[in-house]
């Protein structure tokens, strides 16, 4: 089955940096698009960034400038590094995978982001 396990959580002072990553197994890493979505308590999820198969990118607003998303068809694996980090950007992020940008269907468990000021 398709499994998602995201790594590089923590906690972190206003203006610091992490890096996030997700490692996948059960899909056929290279035909999938990928996202990184975030959830903040009593807030909707939200993506945050994504890239699909062809390496096309898109990003919130939010994070424009600041977060990079890529990824690594060789290790199964997409990454977010997170510059500047604010205390707004504090949540649980998840890891998203999915046959285009508009079909996410499989989840990874999160991992949590809190930035303190």
């Known amino acids: 089955q398709v499994q998602l396990v995201e790594s590089g959580g923590g906690l972190v002072q206003a203006g610091g940096s992490l890096r996030l990553s997700c490692t996948a197994s059960?899909?056929?890493?290279?035909?999938?698009?990928m996202g990184w979505y975030r959830q903040a308590p009593g807030k909707q999820r939200e993506l945050v960034a994504s890239?699909?198969?062809?390496?096309?990118?898109k990003y919130a607003d939010s994070v424009k400038g600041r977060f990079t998303i890529s990824r690594e068809n060789a290790k199964k694996s997409v990454y977010l590094q997170m510059n500047s980090l604010k205390p707004e950007d504090t949540a649980v992020y998840y890891c998203?995978?999915?046959?285009?940008?508009?079909?996410?269907?499989?989840w990874g468990q999160g991992t949590q982001v809190t930035v303190s000021s």
């Open positions: 059960g899909i056929i890493f290279s035909f999938n698009a």
């Open positions: 890239i699909t198969s062809g390496g096309s990118i």
């Open positions: 998203a995978a999915g046959l285009g940008v508009d079909r996410f269907g499989s």
